[in-house]
């Protein structure tokens, strides 16, 4: 039984594509070249995969950099406290050397 022809022209659209694939399928050497695109296919799809975890990756990366310009924008209060305790452990250190 004979399928009604489409009118809308993506339905047209999909019919020709359809015919074009059946013929491709007929035609010498046609394995290969299917072969082949669903290698790219693959291929594509595990690019994608990988897009995705870059943007992931850029989204903390911004959050960090937002979190260090914050912390970097904290003023002389914390660059004081890093320094006065990198000044405690040097002393410390200084005096658990024994004396030569």
């Given at each position: 039984m004979a399928q009604p022809r489409r009118t809308d022209l993506l339905g047209r659209l999909a019919d020709i594509s359809e015919e074009a694939i059946q013929r491709l399928q007929e035609a010498p050497g046609?394995?290969?070249?299917?072969?082949?695109?669903?290698?790219?296919?693959?291929?594509?799809?595990?690019?994608?995969?990988?897009?995705?975890?870059?943007?992931?990756?850029?989204?903390?990366?911004?959050?960090?950099?937002?979190?260090?310009d914050k912390l970097s924008k904290g003023g002389p209060a914390a660059t004081a406290r890093r320094g006065t305790k990198a000044a405690g452990a040097k002393t410390a250190a200084a005096e658990k050397k024994p004396a030569a």
């Open positions: 046609a394995d290969r070249v299917i072969g082949t695109l669903n290698t790219v296919r693959d291929r594509v799809d595990e690019l994608q995969r990988r897009v995705r975890g870059l943007e992931d990756l850029e989204r903390r990366l911004a959050a960090l950099e937002r979190k260090v």
